[in-house]
């Protein structure tokens, strides 16, 4: 597999329909540049990758025989 595919991505969209539920209106441009800039330091990352794999790729690995 490519190591430059994205895996997840948040669009425009996906922050304009939150800020209307949130807010009750759309983001300006001046907004929504704020939310690019800052929305990564708001995940950890490490955290988010390391439970995933946790939950559901090593409870899923087969038992190794020893």
């Given amino acids: 597999m490519r190591k430059d595919r994205i895996i997840y991505s948040i669009n425009i969209e996906d922050v304009q329909n939150v800020a209307q539920q949130d807010l009750g209106r759309e983001l300006t ?8 800039d800052k ?12 439970s995933v794999i946790s939950t559901h790729i090593e409870q899923h690995e087969p038992a190794h025989s020893t």
């Avoid at 330091?41 to 390391?50: G, H, K, P, R, T």
């Fill in 29 to 36: 441009d001046s907004e929504l540049k704020i939310v690019e």
């Fill in 39 to 50: 929305i990564g330091d708001q995940f950890d990352w490490f955290e988010a990758i390391a």
